[in-house]
Nanobody, 123 residues
Framework: QVRVVESGGGLVQAGGSLRLSCAASGRTFSSYTMGWFRQAPGEERNFVAAITWSGGSTYYTPSVKGRFTISRDNAKNTLYLQMNSLKPEDTAVYYC????????????????WGQGTQVTVSS
């Protein structure tokens, strides 16, 4: 099991960039698929991106493809989400989580949720 702490959120203007980080504790980080999800007020938690344990495969929800990049550094037990060309609709609390399923975008397959980091994009 891993424990995660997200950071890097903030307030940014539309078109700007942010880089989120997710620091994980535990020696098994490199064995998990890791994912980013987001939740806007009054909405369900939705998939954003995921990366397999080796970093060999990545998956994105269509609305962020080409703008966001997920990556990981297993030596540092850290997951990243580089977000470029941000839009007001990207505003949400962003969470990272771990999954034992090799490739999944389902909230149900992920666990070890962090407390989240707020991203606010102004128009």
């Amino acid at each position: 099991q891993v424990r995660v702490v997200e950071s890097g959120g903030g307030l940014v203007q539309a078109g700007g960039s942010l880089r989120l980080s997710c620091a994980a504790s535990g020696r098994t980080f490199s064995s998990y698929t890791m994912g980013w999800f987001r939740q806007a007020p009054g909405e369900e938690r939705n998939f954003v991106a995921a990366i397999t344990w080796s970093g060999g495969s990545t998956y994105y929800t269509p609305s962020v493809k080409g703008r966001f990049t997920i990556s990981r550094d297993n030596a540092k037990n850290t997951l990243y989400l580089q977000m470029n060309s941000l839009k007001p609709e990207d505003t949400a609390v962003y969470y990272c989580a771990a999954s034992s399923t090799y490739s999944s975008s389902s909230v149900r397959d992920f666990g070890s949720w962090g407390q989240g980091t707020q991203v606010t994009v102004s128009s």
